[in-house]
Nanobody, 126 residues
C-alpha cells in the first residue's frame, strides 16, 4: 500500500529554520514526482515545492523562493524540505504528496497529485 508520512514540524521563532521529512513506502520512490503542500486554518491548500527526478527539475512557490529547498534521498525513500528564514505566514500544516506520472511536476502544477500523507504542523511565532 502506498504510504506517505511527513514529519519534522514544530514551533520556531521568525527567522528560524526547520527541515521537514517525508518518508515513502509501498512504491518506487524515484519513479514519482514528489511535492510539498501546506494549508493554514481557513485557507486553501497551496503548493510549496516539487521535485521531478525524471526531468531533473524543481519548482517553488514565489512566496518561498530563496528560503526553502527541496531535496531527495532515493536510496532511503525520503524527500526533504529545508525551510530557512521562516515567517509567521509560513504557519500551516505541511503535507507531502506523490504523482506517479513523474513528468515535470505536472500534477503539482495542476493540483492533481494522486497520493497524500498525513501532515506535520509548522508554527512560526512573531
Amino acid at each position: 500500500e502506498v504510504q506517505l508520512q511527513a514529519s519534522g514540524g514544530g514551533l520556531v521563532q521568525a527567522g528560524g529554520s526547520l527541515r521537514l521529512s517525508c518518508a515513502a513506502s509501498g512504491f518506487t520512490f524515484d519513479d514519482y514526482d514528489i511535492g510539498w503542500f501546506r494549508q493554514a486554518p481557513g485557507q486553501e491548500r497551496e503548493g510549496v515545492s516539487c521535485i521531478s527526478s525524471s526531468a531533473g527539475s524543481t519548482y517553488y512557490a514565489d512566496s518561498v523562493k530563496g528560503r526553502f529547498t527541496i531535496s531527495t534521498d532515493n536510496a532511503q525513500n525520503m524527500v526533504y524540505l529545508q525551510m530557512n528564514s521562516l515567517k509567521p505566514e509560513d504557519t500551516a500544516v505541511y503535507y507531502c504528496a506523490a504523482d506517479p506520472r513523474d513528468y515535470y511536476c505536472s500534477g503539482y502544477l495542476a493540483g492533481g497529485m494522486d497520493y497524500w500523507g498525513k501532515g506535520t504542523q509548522v508554527t512560526v511565532s512573531s
